[in-house]
């Protein structure tokens, strides 16, 4: 059923300044396009366009924009937007340049922290304008992808039309993922709704773009077992500081001091890592609330800024998990060290009371042998009481060195 017609596929690459252009240049090779000025490049044969430019909102991001439109041309001639749709995704996935596919292109910059994302707009104009997006949004997929969108997420109305948000990057994933639209203009209203989508004037562009950078953001802690191996960490240095403290069959060791001041280091890292992560989203909350004025007439701006909201909110939580771990270690290490030192001080007295029996010790033997000198006629007798003595003391002071350690 050919529900709409004049058929685009718009894909925004957002990628950090610096990268852009290596980026735009493979796509234009990859797709044979020919270069134009103002870092433009196009194709007359297969309706392909890209544009590369930057936003004054975004000065540490370049925007690859390409813009597929239906190389059956319009008119009468223009098919089905399914179709349409469908052959321009299928053209960007299959781009490929000296043997390196999009995917890989894309994984790469990914893996260098060079991208914050992409989004798909899947654009038509209505032959009805009583049409509801439910009949198209299953179409508008991502890239690489067969799993069809399961619901309607946001909306917003624009001049000439309106746009959906269909499906968002998981932050699960570690593959790159897009943001998906469906927009769709009136009967009479697609230049007017492709002002809204296309170029740096663009209404959606900007606060698209706010929205992948805090995807982006969370991917980083919430993409692989990032976050379960910090919670497990956090668990395990509680347990670990609860059952120094509560113990009272061993004395802490400096071994157990090391132990812990090594695991509180490797924890002020990894609080350090997520403060940055919460500052970074707290900006692009700001950012957003700047810049959503041209798509707020809808859902989609507040179910984006709830999105960033929520995200900030679930990395704070991890920060506070972290800080009362770090208290609870660190008021164990300080009990640590006040017991090692009440040891080190209990030892040195044992070693004074040792020392001292050792004197006494000298100082009887001493006695005994001058006893044992008084006269030559009794002197292998008094030599051996003095042994005897000496002998008897010894074991007395070991008797008396073995009851102190017990009582350690």
């Known amino acids: ?38 870092d433009t490049w196009d194709s007359r044969d297969t309706k392909t366009r890209l544009d590369v430019f930057t936003h004054p909102g975004a000065h540490d991001t370049k925007i690859i924009q390409l813009v597929l439109d239906d190389v059956a041309g319009e008119g009468a001639q223009s098919r089905e937007a399914a179709v349409a749709w469908l052959d321009a995704r299928q053209r960007l996935e299959n781009a490929r340049h000296e043997g390196e596919s999009l995917r890989e292109k894309l994984a790469d910059l990914d893996k260098k ?32 992808s067969s799993e069809v969108p399961q619901r309607i997420l946001a909306d917003a109305n624009l001049p000439g039309g309106k746009v959906w948000l269909v499906d968002l990057p998981l932050p699960s994933q570690e593959e790159l993922g897009g943001s998906i639209y469906l927009a769709l203009a009136n009967v009479d209203g697609n230049d007017a709704l492709m002002k809204g989508l296309v170029g740096k004037g663009a209404a959606l562009l900007l606060p698209d773009l706010i929205a992948h950078k805090g995807y982006s953001r969370k991917r980083q802690y919430a993409a692989g077992d990032l976050r379960k191996q910090y919670k497990e960490f956090v668990n395990k240095l509680n347990a670990t500081a609860e059952q120094t403290l509560n113990s009272k069959d061993s004395t802490p060791t400096e071994a157990d001091l090391e132990n812990l001041s090594t695991k509180t280091g490797n924890l002020l890292g990894m609080l350090s890592f997520f403060n940055g992560i919460k500052v970074e989203l707290g900006q692009q909350i700001t950012n957003y609330e700047q810049w959503k004025g041209g798509i707020s007439e809808g859902t989609l701006a507040d179910f984006q800024q709830a999105y960033l909201a929520t995200s900030s909110r679930e990395v704070e939580l991890l920060i506070e998990l972290g800080r009362g771990a770090f208290e609870m270690t660190r008021i164990t290490v300080e009990v640590i060290r006040a017991r090692l030192a009440h040891v080190a001080e209990e030892r040195e007295k044992r070693v004074e009371n040792f020392i001292g029996c050792a004197g006494l010790l000298a100082g009887l033997f ?13 002197k292998t007798f008094r ?3 003095a042994v005897c003595l000496t002998i008897l003391i010894f074991f007395l002071i070991l008797f008396a060195w073995r009851k102190m350690q017990r009582q350690k």
Do not use: C
């Open 113 to 144: 922290e060079m991208i914050w994302g992409y989004t798909l707009i899947y654009q038509a104009v209505l032959r009805d304008n009583n049409l509801l997006a439910e009949d198209l949004y299953p179409e508008a997929r991502q890239l690489f």
């Open 1 to 38: 059923m050919n529900l709409a017609h004049r058929a685009s596929l718009i894909a925004n690459f957002y990628v950090e300044f610096e990268h852009a252009m290596p980026l735009a240049v493979w796509l234009a090779q990859a797709l044979a396009l020919g270069p134009l000025p103002n």
């Open 366 to 378: 001493q006695v005994a042998l001058a006893f044992a000198d008084a006269d030559s006629l009794e």
């Open 383 to 385: 030599k051996l009481v």
